[in-house]
Each structure stands twice: as C-alpha cells, then as structure tokens.
C-alpha cells in the first residue's frame, strides 16, 4: 500500500511531517488525548535460540511482581550534561500547530506532561503462539528474543503504538524497543554500571529517532545507539542483546513454543492497522523524514529507507544491507571472528552468528532452499542451529546487533563499517 501520510512543515523552513508518530496517548488526565494518527510504515524485529532443545511452553508464564509506575517520581533532566545539541532534540507535542518544540526551548509543564504519552508496556501479558495465531498474520513483523529456551514475540503491530516493553527474562532485565520511524527493533539489557533501570517515552526525537527517559536519573537516551544523550548519564550505552526483526511465520519455525505479547495492554488501540506501512519507500521517494535528521544521516551510501542489520564484534559496528542478502547466506569476518548472516527476503530480515563450532570457523551456502556448511555438509536452519549432519544439534552463537532503517543506524554511529562484498 502507498505511503499517504499528511505532513505539515514546520520551524522556519525544516521540514517536518506532521503525521509520522504512532498512538494515541490515553493515558494519565494530563497526557494529549488525541495525538494525530500516523502514516502508513512496515517495520521488522528479531532472536535466536534452538527451537528442538526448547522446553514445551503450553501456557503463558505466571505474571511476576507489577511494576508500579508513578511518572511525577522520575528527576527532570539535567540539560547542563548532553553529547548532543539540545536544539536537535525536539519534542512531538501531538498538535496541529507548535508540534516540534526543541528541548533547549520546552518549558518544564510541557516536558511533564509528555511523558508516556506514546505508552510503554511496563507489565506485558504474553499469550500462546496458538492464540497469538487468531490475530496474528505470518506476513506480520515481529521482534523477537530468545535466550535459554524461552522466546518471546513483540509484534510490530502492538509495538507501534507502545514502542518499549520492559520486563525480564531468566533474571535478566530487558527492554524491548522499537522506534517505529526508524524500523529499528533492538532488545536491551536495561542493567547499566550495575544498577538495573526502567525506561519511559519522552515523545520527544533526535535524528527523527525516538528519545527514551530512564526513571532513575531523568537522563534521555537515543534509542537506536543505547546511548544516553542528555542528563547524569551522558554517554553511558546500554548492551544490545541479539534479537530478529522478522516476520510471525519465520519465529514462529524457529521458536514453535514462544510466547507472544498480548493485546491486553491496558490501553485502546487498534492493533489490526500498521499506521507505518510504506514509510521506507515513501523516505526512498521523497528523502523527507518526520522530524529533522543531520547530514550524518542522510549518507548516500544507500538509500535512507534500506534495512540494514549490524553486527557487534568486540568495538568493530559492521552493518549489511538486507537486500544484498535477500534469500541466502553472507560469509563475513569481522576481527578477527568468522561471521555468518542468515537472510530471508520476506520482512527483510536477518539474523547474525559467529560462524565457530568447537572452535572450528565454518563457511556457509545456501543452495535449493537449504543453509549448509562446506565444512562437514550438515543443514542447518535460520535458528543458527544444525539440524542434519554431523554437527547435528550443535548451535551457533548469536551476536548482538540492530535492525533498522539505513538512515537511523548511520546517524547513530558514524564510525560504523558499511559491509560492500569486498
């Protein structure tokens, strides 16, 4: 479907599209109620763990202890720390006029009272792959993780209008997050310098990528590098886990007993539309993003709307185009770790491994639909797990990296590595 979004332009010649964040904020009494509905975009997420040595998962794991929420309790940000212009961070006040405000000029009542206005998900409820079935569609994009046999789903669907789920996993922290403009799904450990935070919504951008607030100290984070741009926590980074920006069907062969994110949020959405379906093409087309973006990131290397995926390996940022990798394999060596990507045209998505098993570094085909490694012949499936041959049962470790839009991932990092087959 065409991209239609209705932009308005705004501060003095920037232009910004009016139409472009999702959700409606029904939240506290003095939250916007009627933020206006965002235009069409399709985003993608990801994860990866052996499906076969998963233990069967027939009900939905027991709730654990709410997270209790009080917003008036977060810190104001301390705007004498940042990285980053404050100018260049602007809020989205959800308003037909005066919608982008920057932070250097946002009074203290209209920072308050944004918050959450786009809701995070703080106590997510999970459902059965079969019931998430009823609603879900294979085509529909899903950010997945997965780590010791348990794996869950974050639909795209419901994403797009919470953008932060947090809770945790094998006592692990996590955040899930997803900028909708972006198309970037990025699973997070939320433990930081030995203190374990939790993240809200600011409404507010920088590089037309979403800015998170954590409670603890009010600090603001940009959510495609993890890294906290203004407040005490400037330059402190959160860990990306691996995850897969990926459609339903594809976790789903993965992960047959993962649990799915429920739409008993608490909040009233429509989860059957995606508001952002196209909004890669139509940045493509017209190179017109919602809120500004520097000229870091509108490198002409690649199109801005292209999905990329990056691989962290030691301090080295490689990022791959998933078009180039379309249905197949890529043989990578980043450092010195041999690295194999897994793509499948659908979505796109993508997933990457360090190609060693027991030590030994393995080259991978993808021939008649099948992963193989030239080394000993065994198959091996999108999981990263051998599933025939000799190696048989044997898993590939999954790296940490980022799905999102080209435009996004270099504007978060500059210093990356833009993976050109050579």
Not at 238 to 258: D, F, G, I, M
Not at 264 to 284: A, I, K, M
Request: hydrophobic share 40%.
């Amino acid at each position: 479907m065409r991209f239609r979004p209705r932009i308005y332009w705004l501060l003095a010649g920037v232009l910004l599209v009016i139409a472009c964040r999702a959700g409606t904020a029904v939240q506290p009494t003095v939250r916007p109620t009627e933020p206006p509905i965002t235009p069409a975009i399709n985003p993608t997420p990801t994860t990866a763990v052996s499906p076969s040595q998963e233990p069967a998962v027939t009900q939905p794991a027991p709730s654990p202890t709410p997270i209790m929420i009080d917003l008036d309790t977060i810190p104001p940000v301390d705007t004498n720390q940042h990285s980053v212009p404050l100018e260049q961070v602007y809020f989205d006040t959800f308003r037909r006029t005066n919608r982008a405000v920057p932070l250097s000029a946002a009074q203290p009542e209209l920072i308050r009272t944004l918050l959450d206005a786009i809701p995070p998900i703080y106590n997510p409820v999970w459902e059965t792959a079969a019931a998430a079935d009823e609603w879900l569609r294979d085509g529909d994009l899903v950010l997945g993780y997965a780590d010791s046999g348990e794996a869950f789903a974050y639909p795209v669907r419901i994403l797009n209008f919470h953008e932060m789920v947090s809770h945790e996993v094998n006592g692990r922290p996590i955040l899930a997050s997803y900028c909708p403009l972006c198309r970037s799904g990025i699973v997070y450990d939320r433990a930081v310098n030995g203190q374990t935070l939790l993240f809200g919504n600011t409404s507010a951008l920088y590089e037309s990528d979403m800015v998170m607030v954590d409670h603890q100290t009010g600090s603001y984070w940009m959510q495609v590098s993890g890294e906290a741009i203004v407040g005490k926590m400037t330059g402190a980074r959160l860990a990306a886990l691996p995850s897969q920006t990926t459609t339903w069907e594809v976790w789903k062969q993965q992960y047959p007993h993962t649990l799915s994110l429920s739409r008993d949020t608490g909040n009233p959405r429509d989860y059957n539309r995606d508001p952002f379906s196209g909004y890669g093409e139509f940045l493509n087309e017209n190179g017109r993003f919602a809120f500004p973006v520097s000229d870091q990131g509108r490198d002409p290397r690649l199109e801005p709307g292209a999905v990329v995926l990056s691989v962290t390996v030691g301090e080295t940022i490689r990022v791959y185009p998933l078009a180039a990798v379309g249905d197949g394999v890529l043989n990578d060596v980043v450092g010195e770790t041999a690295v194999a990507v897994f793509g499948q045209a659908k979505g796109p998505t993508g997933a990457a491994y360090a190609a060693v098993v027991d030590g030994r570094s393995l080259t991978f085909t993808f021939v008649d639909g099948l992963i193989r490694d030239e080394e000993t012949g065994s198959t091996w499936d999108f999981s990263g797990q051998a599933i025939s041959g000799e190696l048989a049962g044997a898993q590939l470790g999954p790296l940490p990296g980022r799905s999102t839009f080209w435009f996004a991932m270099i504007a978060a990092f500059p210093e990356l590595e833009l993976y050109t087959g050579q």
